[in-house]
């Protein structure tokens, strides 16, 4: 997909949820946005009963997880709107069931669009990667150690967008998240270079679409080879555009 063409499709995206009123996106919508910027991200599917979650499962290949979806919920995990490692076509049932009733019971008014399907992703080491738009400075590119890490250490570098795979080296060798990038203890080394080509990719898409005002990938595993973005948030601006 050129350049181009990447912009044509978020556009779209971008102007239906405007449309609705959302200035967050649906994480499958998030998903779309960054594949179509060449971020590498988690296989799924939407599903909106259990019987078409199990079928989603199996044409995704087990073990999976499962998520709500819902613009009214932002920390899924938090109303138990989460489930890992589900094997079986009978633990899909389950889980979507369970999670629909977790969903109610915790935020009764939240409207749920369906349940996320997807592929669980090769443990690997979580990083955070996303941007930003600083009022004074413009759109900013960030990444650090990811998962529980980032409250724990705010260990986070920041670049001014769009960035080149250089400057993206240069500010991933600025933080602690180094030395495990590096390989440490024994663990063999991980792939900066599609690290680095991630982030310039972030960089490129909060410069090119004027209406997204911040991208968060939590976590974003890297490995020895190759990056997955496995949770991807999108928030637009208060004006973003529906056309």
Same mark, same amino acid.
């Given at each position: 997909?050129? &350049?181009?063409? @990447?912009?044509?499709?978020?556009?779209?995206?971008?102007? +239906?949820? #405007? %449309? *609705? /009123?959302?200035?967050?996106? $649906?994480?499958?919508?998030?998903? &779309?946005?960054? @594949?179509?910027?060449?971020?590498?991200?988690?296989?799924? +599917?939407? #599903? %909106? *009963? /259990?019987?078409?979650?199990? $079928?989603?499962?199996?044409?995704?290949?087990?073990?999976?997880?499962?998520?709500?979806?819902?613009?009214?919920?932002?920390?899924?995990?938090?109303?138990?709107?989460?489930?890992?490692?589900?094997?079986?076509?009978?633990?899909?049932?389950?889980?979507?069931?369970?999670?629909?009733?977790?969903?109610?019971?915790?935020?009764?008014?939240?409207?749920?669009?369906?349940?996320?399907?997807?592929?669980?992703?090769?443990?690997?080491?979580?990083?955070?990667?996303?941007?930003?738009?600083?009022?004074?400075?413009?759109?900013?590119?960030?990444?650090?150690?990811?998962?529980?890490?980032?409250?724990?250490?705010?260990?986070?570098?920041?670049?001014?967008?769009?960035?080149?795979?250089?400057?993206?080296?240069?500010?991933?060798?600025?933080?602690?998240?180094?030395?495990?990038?590096?390989?440490?203890?024994?663990?063999?080394?991980?792939?900066?270079?599609?690290?680095?080509?991630?982030?310039?990719?972030?960089?490129?898409?909060?410069?090119?679409?004027?209406?997204?005002?911040?991208?968060?990938?939590?976590?974003?595993?890297?490995?020895?080879?190759?990056?997955?973005?496995?949770?991807?948030?999108?928030?637009?601006?208060?004006?973003?555009?529906?056309?």
């Amino acid at each position: 997909m050129t &350049r181009r063409d @990447a912009h044509k499709t978020v556009s779209r995206v971008v102007a +239906a949820a #405007a %449309r *609705s /009123g959302r200035r967050g996106l $649906l994480e499958s919508e998030a998903d &779309r946005v960054a @594949a179509a910027y060449g971020i590498r991200v988690a296989e799924s +599917a939407l #599903a %909106r *009963s /259990g019987k078409e979650a199990v $079928l989603r499962a199996k044409a995704l290949g087990f073990p999976v997880v499962l998520k709500v979806v819902s613009k009214d919920i932002l920390h899924k995990s938090d109303v138990g709107g989460v489930k890992a490692g589900v094997s079986s076509a009978a633990g899909v049932r389950a889980a979507y069931a369970e999670i629909l009733g977790n969903v109610k019971r915790a935020e009764p008014e939240a409207v749920v669009e369906g349940i996320l399907v997807q592929r669980m992703a090769p443990r690997g080491h979580e990083f955070v990667a996303g941007a930003t738009r600083d009022p004074q400075f413009g759109p900013a590119v960030m990444f650090g150690l990811g998962g529980v890490y980032v409250e724990l250490f705010r260990d986070v570098s920041f670049r001014l967008a769009p960035l080149t795979k250089g400057e993206a080296l240069d500010m991933m060798g600025g933080t602690k998240a180094s030395r495990l990038l590096a390989g440490f203890r024994g663990s063999p080394p991980l792939d900066v270079g599609a690290a680095a080509e991630t982030l310039v990719a972030v960089g490129r898409l909060i410069t090119d679409v004027p209406e997204i005002d911040s991208i968060d990938i939590n976590p974003l595993f890297v490995y020895p080879r190759g990056t997955l973005a496995v949770d991807v948030r999108i928030v637009l601006r208060k004006d973003a555009k529906s056309t």
